[in-house]
């Protein structure tokens, strides 16, 4: 593995793989352990041009747990506010002889021109409406090790199914391991590629909730509806009614169901604060906890593979 662009194409064995040593990574870290020589003399540039609260702290987490040098670059302060063009920033990164380049980009398949283009190893931090693989990877780690499974579970995915890369990037990882993947959203939330995706429609959230084993619950992406989210969504008290998970609609699961959210979340508006805070039910927090894992496993892979180094 030279990058990782996309989830889709990934194979059962190198996605399993990932997440066997994203395991050890978790152990490790609970042990109060780190590898710091992994990555020492590597450096790591985190290139955001969108906002991140979890996924940038966490490469930079994973990549100082390794070892590595990580720097973030604030693209808000950077010469991409002059008029840098993309293919330009890239250039500039690659006299620095960066070794791992993590990039967000509101644009679909900018880390795949990035990656024709740089000698580093390029992870996508999540680009536009297309994937974010990191993302995909640390969710089923979390399912894998609450369920012990990936095989045969039913997994709901719910809302804004159209503009999420969280969606698509676990769309592909969960029916490339054998998991049941429902899509539950108002008809203009749901992509027209969804049947050719392999996975069950719903506009019901009672109907496609029924019997799940794993609801993942998705923000409201209004900063990708274009010229606003009227036309695509009622108000946020009505969507909540519909759409937001709460009690009742999650009564509609298996009764050991599992909630799950990538965050930000919007209290309210699809998630009600008291199944987003249920130790019971909720997974939130372990979500996050295994993001790190999950990019240490990343780094380190690629890092083996022969990232630039
Ligand atoms: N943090 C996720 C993403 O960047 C989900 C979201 O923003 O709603 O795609």
């Not at 930079?60 to 604030?74: C, H, P, Q, T």
């Not at 990164?93 to 380049?101: E, R, S, T």
Request: charged share 20%; with cysteine; hydrophobic share 40%.
């Amino acid at each position: 593995m030279r990058h990782l662009l996309a989830i889709e194409g990934l194979h059962p064995p190198q996605i399993g793989q990932l997440l066997d040593l994203a395991e050890s990574y978790v152990l490790l870290t609970r042990s109060g352990k780190t590898q710091r020589d992994l990555l020492r003399g590597r450096t790591l540039i985190n290139l955001f041009f969108e906002d991140s609260t979890r996924t940038r702290t966490s490469f930079e987490l994973a990549g100082k747990r390794l070892g590595a040098d990580v720097i973030n670059m604030s693209v808000s302060t950077s010469s991409v506010n002059k008029g840098e063009t993309l293919l330009d920033t890239a250039a500039t990164l690659n006299a620095m002889h960066c070794d791992l380049l993590v990039v967000r980009h509101g644009q679909s398949g900018a880390p795949n021109l990035l990656a024709q283009k740089v000698d580093a190893a390029v992870i996508n931090a999540g680009d536009g409406t297309h994937e974010h693989p990191t993302q995909a990877l640390l969710d089923a780690l979390t399912i894998r090790r609450r369920k012990g499974r990936l095989e045969g579970l039913t997994v709901a995915i719910c809302g804004d199914i159209a503009h999420s890369r969280v969606a698509r990037s676990n769309i592909h990882l969960l029916s490339t391991m054998g998991s049941r993947v429902r899509v539950i959203g108002p008809p203009t939330l749901i992509p027209a590629e969804a049947g050719r995706l392999g996975v069950e429609v719903f506009h019901d959230m009672n109907a496609g909730l029924a019997g799940a084993d794993i609801v993942m619950m998705l923000r409201l992406q209004r900063e990708r509806m274009g010229g606003g989210s009227g036309g695509l969504v009622p108000s946020a008290r009505e969507y909540f009614r519909f759409w937001g998970l709460d009690a009742a609609k999650l009564a509609r699961t298996k009764p050991d169901a599992l909630v799950m959210h990538p965050g930000p979340m919007n209290r309210g508006v699809e998630i009600d604060s008291a199944v987003a805070d249920d130790p019971a039910r909720s997974v939130i927090r372990e979500q996050v906890e295994m993001g790190v894992a999950v990019r240490m496993a990343v780094l380190d892979t690629l890092a083996r593979s022969g990232a630039n180094g």
